[in-house]
T-cell receptor, first 111, second 112 residues
Framework: NAGVTQTPKFQVLKTGQSMTLQCAQDMNHNSMYWYRQDPGMGLRLIYYSASEGTTDKGEVPNGYNVSRLNKREFSLRLESAAPSQTSVYFC??????????FGSGTRLTVV | QQPVQSPQAVILREGEDAVINCSSSKALYSVHWYRQKHGEAPVFLMILLKGGEQKGHEKISASFNEKKQQSSLYLTASQLSYSGTYFCGTEMAGGGADGLTFGKGTHLIIQP
């Protein structure tokens, strides 16, 4: 009964490097989301996938790409990391329009 | 648009009551409430649906005023475990699974 699993938990990147954040859920949820959380800003939506095979931009998509690999997995890619992308990233999933289940988060630092 | 939460921070003694407010300028389909402890992920508390009734459990409950597009979270006889940051998340009327827009959060500190 894992829920939403995110990897890695921590990551330090140099400016310009790329990386992919992984997210998988085992609850058979249709919808999956990527948020970033910065101090004093709350949670801001980066991208979402309402169902397998679809992805859409959220509030702050610039500098990111996503892939909904299958119903379980939704990855977030930073092609060329910038210091402004230093943040805590949360993946979430939900059934229909009910409450979110969040993963434990990835703390990313870009130097 | 981001919902507005108030107050930004609350300090209470154990056993006291607290009210956290969330307001939106847009017509809402639902309001969600989450609690996040330091260094952890947000945890879902409850959802208030348009046309629905107040939902809650034990000493945490909430209301949704559709006319004003406002929701309030009520914490009764607060316990030390209630400490954390509370976020409301709103979903627009007419939207699909577009995702929630969260407020900036309310920091709640419960002292013994």
């Amino acid at each position: 009964n894992a829920g939403v699993t995110q990897t890695p938990k921590f990551q330090v990147l140099k400016t310009g490097q790329s990386m992919t954040l992984q997210c998988a859920q085992d609850m058979n949820h249709n919808s999956m989301y990527w948020y970033r959380q910065d101090p004093g800003m709350g949670l801001r939506l980066i991208y979402y996938s309402a169902s397998e095979g679809t992805t859409d931009k959220g509030e702050v998509p610039n500098g990111y790409n996503v892939s909904r690999l299958n119903k379980r997995e939704f990855s977030l890619r930073l092609e060329s990391a910038a210091p402004s992308q230093t943040s805590v990233y949360f993946c979430a999933s939900r059934w229909d329009r009910l409450g979110y289940t969040f993963g434990s988060g990835t703390r990313l630092t870009v130097v | 648009q981001q919902p507005v939460q108030s107050p930004q921070a609350v300090i209470l003694r154990e056993g006291e009551d607290a009210v956290i407010n969330c307001s939106s300028s847009k017509a809402l389909y639902s309001v969600h409430w989450y609690r996040q402890k330091h260094g952890e992920a947000p945890v879902f508390l409850m959802i208030l649906l348009k046309g629905g009734e107040q939902k809650g459990h034990e000493k945490i409950s909430a209301s949704f005023n559709e006319k004003k597009q406002q929701s309030s979270l009520y914490l009764t006889a607060s316990q030390l475990s209630y400490s954390g940051t509370y976020f409301c998340g709103t979903e627009m009327a007419g939207g699909g699974a577009d995702g929630l827009t969260f407020g900036k959060g309310t920091h709640l500190i419960i002292q013994p």
